[in-house]
């Protein structure tokens, strides 16, 4: 059973950085895409940035440049670095699991693909 378990947001000033942070447990990165997703009040949720079994990426046009995916496969630990970060960043951030290793997208990801999800962390962005 996947368990996922977001963390590292918090308040940060307009062109700060935060790195998020999501423990998996019952993923396996060799059968698994793994991504991240956001969504602000009143509004839909969002990919933001997808990576594979292969370490391709593919990152929403909105955070393209600003923001890193990445993951530790030794302690099955994903990130996004978010660097420049913008006001309308702000969002609680979600991380999720495809059981489709080869998974690509020609922008972000679409959540409607992803069965596992974390409980998400709020990021917030003041000017």
């Known amino acids: 059973q996947v368990h996922l378990v977001e963390s590292g947001g918090g308040s940060v000033q307009s062109g700060g950085s935060l790195r998020l942070s999501c423990a998996a447990s019952?993923?396996?990165?060799?059968?698994?895409?793994m991504g991240w997703f956001r969504q602000a009040p009143g509004k839909e949720r969002e990919g933001v940035a997808v990576?594979?079994?292969?370490?391709?990426?593919t990152y929403a046009d909105s955070v393209k440049g600003r923001f890193t995916i990445s993951r530790d496969s030794t302690a099955s630990t994903l990130y996004l670095q978010m660097d420049s970060l913008k006001v309308e960043d702000t969002a609680i951030y979600y991380c999720?699991?495809?059981?489709?290793?080869?998974?690509?997208?020609?922008?972000?990801?679409?959540?409607?693909?992803?069965?596992?999800w974390g409980q998400g962390t709020q990021v917030t962005v003041f000017s």
């Open positions: 999720a699991a495809r059981a489709y290793a080869y998974c690509q997208y020609d922008s972000g990801p679409r959540d409607a693909d992803f069965g596992a």
């Open positions: 990576l594979n079994r292969l370490g391709d990426t």
């Open positions: 019952g993923v396996t990165y060799s059968t698994y895409c």
